[in-house]
């Protein structure tokens, strides 16, 4: 244990990026995939078919091609700088890559999620004189974010272990470090790897606990 | 158009796929009458009152909602919709709401009113439709009578031109469709324009002005509840009388 004990301020570092690279995915992956399923519900068929291929497309490419493409592509070929500092702009651009990955996850449960609400809801809704926007985010989307909330905590879980993916664009979270430290304590590659692993559960158990809790506590009674 | 109707139906057609589900289909509804529609399962009378807002497309002829004819989609459609209240038959209130809400939401939303008085006309709603203590609660915690009373209080928060009702006792347990019907008959005489599709000849002889008889989506014949219930005229209203009205 004493590899663990002695670069106790490096690990700490290492999970702190993989909770900020999850944080800031996970938002984005929030917005995104709600934009996406909107548009995979919206009357225009062009909207519909757009949302559709990009689900697709990003749903079936392996993560660390995504994440090649926004660091060496993105970043290295199209240039695109986020930031000066070259830390933050692979933080930045990793994230980019996450969101882009995990969103379509997100659209596809929120979809699962709008199935689950009847017919009848949204023309009551529209009965009303509310609009398409409205209906959806007023009723529709309400209804569908509450019966996938189990679902949606499970990607969560997946997008904080796919943070290990980030070290292809260079990003130093939690896995990077762990390598590093098997490199200079190679006597103790099970207690490095056993800690890290132990790192990860506590983040992620957490997560599938709240997020069980929430959707018992916020399911819509019918 | 010189006809006064506030709903008017000129040679509405429908059909699913093969199904003619509405034939030429005329019906002009005035100001402050109350139609109820009655006829057979599969007559089209749903499809029929749900084509009124909409809800269905119809394939040809015109819908005139007090002089205009109801838009395709979009924005014109909504401000029209929300002065056609329906009333459904499994209640449709939104669920994640409470009942105070369900009553509010289109009043601020729609009708942009501020939140305290859309608050204020709810509560009147409710009261007006015995619900007043159960404002707090969710829609799964009433009896479906109850929730067909609030369904009916959501629709007239809206300040509605004409309400349309389609079966709305027919999902309730026997016991809760009276509590429903009162509602609806008091409503039709305070002078609401009401056209209701409905199998409770009781009230249809109680509070409608007109009858109109559909079967295989046509209207086969229209009168005066107790002309048509009375001396009904073609064959197909004989039968269906005959075989409603013995028990």
Same mark, same amino acid.
């Given at each position: ?45 062009? =909207? ?49 890559? !996450? ?13 699962? +999620? ?21 209906? =959806?985010? =007023? /009723? ?8 996938? /909330?189990?679902?949606? +905590?499970?990607?969560? /879980? ?23 430290? /098997?490199?200079?304590? +190679? ?14 559960? !506590?983040?992620?158990?957490?997560? +599938? ?14 | ?34 139609? %109820? ?17 909409? &809800?269905?497309?119809?394939?040809? @002829? ?69 619900? @007043? ?10 009896? @479906? ?16 031109? %004409?309400? &349309? ?6 999902? &309730? ?6 509590? %429903? ?29 007109? %009858? ?36």
């Amino acid at each position: 244990m004493d590899a663990l004990l002695l670069e106790w301020d490096t690990v700490v570092a290492a999970f702190w990026m993989t909770v900020r690279l999850t944080a800031v995915s996970a938002l984005g992956s929030l917005v995104l995939g709600t934009l996406l399923t909107a548009m995979r519900v919206a009357p225009l068929a062009t =909207l519909r078919r757009t949302a559709g291929v990009y689900v697709a497309v990003a749903r079936n490419t392996p993560l660390t091609l995504v994440l090649l493409f926004t660091g060496l592509g993105v970043g290295a070929n199209l240039g695109v700088e986020l930031s000066s500092d070259i830390a933050t702009n692979n933080f930045w651009l990793a994230c980019i890559g !996450l969101t882009a990955y995990t969103s379509a996850f997100v659209c596809e449960a929120l979809r699962a +999620g709008i199935n689950t609400v009847p017919v009848g809801q949204a023309e009551a809704a529209r009965s009303l004189g509310l609009g398409f926007l409205q209906t =959806l985010g =007023l /009723i529709t989307l309400p209804q569908a974010f509450r019966a996938v /909330i189990a679902p949606l +905590g499970g990607i969560l /879980i997946a997008l904080t272990k796919n943070t290990t993916i980030a070290l292809v664009v260079g990003v130093s979270e939690a896995s990077v470090r762990m390598r590093e430290m /098997i490199e200079t304590y +190679g006597d103790q590659v099970m207690q490095i790897f056993l800690g890290f692993a132990a790192g990860f559960v !506590l983040l992620c158990l957490p997560m +599938g606990l709240l997020f069980g809790w929430l959707s018992r506590r916020l399911a819509v009674a019918r | 158009m010189s006809d006064q109707g506030l709903v008017v139906l000129d040679q509405v057609n429908k059909r699913f796929g093969d199904h003619h589900v509405l034939r030429d289909v005329e019906l002009s509804v005035r100001r402050g009458e109350v139609v %109820v529609i009655i006829g057979p399962s599969g007559a089209g009378k749903s499809t029929l009152c749900r084509a009124i807002n909409r &809800l269905e497309t119809i394939d040809s @002829g015109t819908i005139t909602i007090d002089g205009t004819p109801l838009p395709e989609e979009g924005r014109q459609l909504a401000r029209l919709r929300a002065e056609v209240g329906m009333v459904f038959q499994s209640f449709n209130l939104f669920a994640h709401k409470t009942v105070l809400e369900n009553v509010v939401l289109g009043q601020v939303h729609v009708l942009k009113k501020s939140r305290a008085d859309a608050e204020k006309k709810a509560y009147e709603l409710l009261e007006r439709v015995g619900i @007043g203590g159960q404002a707090g609660k969710f829609p799964a915690q009433l009896s @479906g009578g109850q929730q067909q009373r609030v369904a009916i209080a959501r629709a007239l928060a809206m300040e509605p031109k %004409v309400l &349309l009702f389609d079966e709305p006792t027919s999902a &309730l347990d026997p016991e809760m469709v009276n509590e %429903v019907l009162e509602v609806m008959t008091a409503l039709a005489r305070e002078g609401m324009t009401m056209v209701v599709v409905t199998h409770e000849m009781g009230f249809a002889r109680r509070a409608a002005d007109r %009858v109109v008889f559909m079967a295989d989506g046509e209207i086969v014949e229209q009168n005066a509840p107790d002309d048509f219930f009375g001396t009904p005229r073609s064959e197909r209203a004989k039968s269906f009388l005959a075989k409603i009205l013995t028990h």
